[in-house]
């Protein structure tokens, strides 16, 4: 589909422009990065995760919600194999991160999650489904001997693992449990909604290893888009990606830092997304001014940029209709896909917009500056 006819736009009569453009928003990018930091998510910086049950399905928009009116904003929150009672909960390091504050923290999300009526009873009763085996035991001891108390401590406990959560006393007499310690447990305790399954520490340690080896999958993704393009073309084509390829991801870290766009896991997948997608309009490019390349050296006075103009031009519809489907899929994720992808779709489709530039006023620009230094030479196949 030939969305334009034989167009003929002097794309390169802006190189230089475009490259003062980029190098203000990198430079920029790196020195408010390098200064403030981004904006980095439980992955990197480390934070609690939570693991909970309900004893009835809760929608995952009400947690977010009480989540973030508690002052958990960022919290993540993912159902538990597509499940609506179980999900799991992750929130970043508060305060130095030690345990005890990430046992406050499990116990201020479990307090959200509470319903009101649960909230006035645990001011006067312990919630039976928070308790763990030894303080279940320590409650029947002191009202029964300790010898009782371990064995029917242990009778609840294994009953807990087993149903997630305990939904009515009636389950603990089936379970073995007689009417004595049952009536003591109705007096000092009650059944919340909401168990948790497991608490996990994720320590800045961790973060720090994701952290390097994001850098590292990066790294090693621009290198081995250089020995391709070199293999494909020539070296100086192989340079050209790789430094389009690099204004890329930095261009696409300074939108992240301006936007204050939460830095994760998600947005590392992204960006080695854009790095692909980069390259891929990259190579259409290069691949029309191969094919373009033999009429080229017939001409008596040719012009290069008007070589590199002409494949920018004859690969345009291509380049249109490619990046105009792929920014509607991405804006409908980002308008519809919800909150925990909203920052991967935005990322997406910023990466989007600047591999498609750069595809034209870095990759193609670099060739015509390539050509004033070094003439056809390190450009033929």
């Not at 009569?13 to 200064?35: D, H, M, Q, T, W």
């Not at 309900?54 to 929608?59: G, I, N, S, Y």
């Not at 919630?127 to 108390?149: C, M, T, Y």
Request: proline share 2%.
């Amino acid at each position: 589909m030939q969305l334009f006819k034989r167009p003929n736009i002097n794309f390169l009569k802006a190189k230089y422009i475009a490259f003062f453009v980029s190098a203000v928003i990198i430079v920029s990018g790196l020195i408010f990065i390098n200064r403030n930091g981004l904006n980095y998510g439980i992955d990197f910086v480390g934070g609690t995760l939570l693991q909970v049950k309900f004893a009835h399905p809760v929608k995952i928009d009400q947690i977010r919600n009480d989540l973030k009116e508690a002052g958990f904003k960022s919290a993540i929150i993912q159902a538990v194999e597509n499940s609506s009672d179980e999900y799991i909960i992750r929130v970043e390091k508060m305060g130095t991160g030690e345990e005890e504050e990430h046992l406050k923290i499990a116990k201020k999300i479990i307090g959200v999650l509470m319903t009101p009526e649960e909230k006035n009873l645990a001011a006067q009763k312990q919630n039976l489904n928070l308790l763990s085996e030894e303080e279940i035991r320590d409650i029947l001891a002191q009202g029964f001997p300790e010898e009782k108390a371990i064995a029917w401590a242990k009778k609840i406990a294994d009953l807990k693992k087993k149903n997630k959560i305990i939904r009515s006393f009636e389950e603990l007499r089936e379970a073995g449990i007689p009417k004595a310690p049952l009536d003591y447990l109705k007096e000092k305790t009650f059944l919340g909604t909401v168990s948790i399954m497991r608490v996990e520490y994720v320590g800045p340690q961790v973060g720090k290893i994701l952290r390097h080896k994001a850098i590292l999958a990066t790294i090693w993704a621009l290198l081995g888009m250089l020995i391709y393009i070199a293999f494909r073309f020539k070296f100086l084509y192989g340079i050209s990606s790789v430094l389009t390829l690099a204004h890329d991801v930095l261009v696409t870290l300074a939108f992240i830092y301006f936007l204050n766009i939460e830095f994760n896991l998600q947005i590392v997948a992204a960006i080695l997304t854009i790095v692909g997608y980069s390259i891929n309009d990259t190579i259409v490019v290069f691949d029309r001014v191969r094919e373009n390349m033999p009429a080229f050296r017939k001409r008596k006075e040719a012009n290069f940029d008007k070589l590199l103009n002409d494949s920018i031009n004859q690969t345009l519809s291509r380049t249109v209709l490619t990046s105009g489907t792929t920014l509607l899929a991405l804006l409908a994720l980002y308008l519809f896909g919800g909150e925990v992808i909203k920052g991967f779709a935005l990322t997406m489709l910023i990466g989007v917009i600047v591999g498609t530039y750069s595809s034209i006023y870095q990759s193609c620009a670099w060739l015509s500056v390539w050509h004033k230094f070094y003439g056809l030479k390190g450009l033929l196949k």
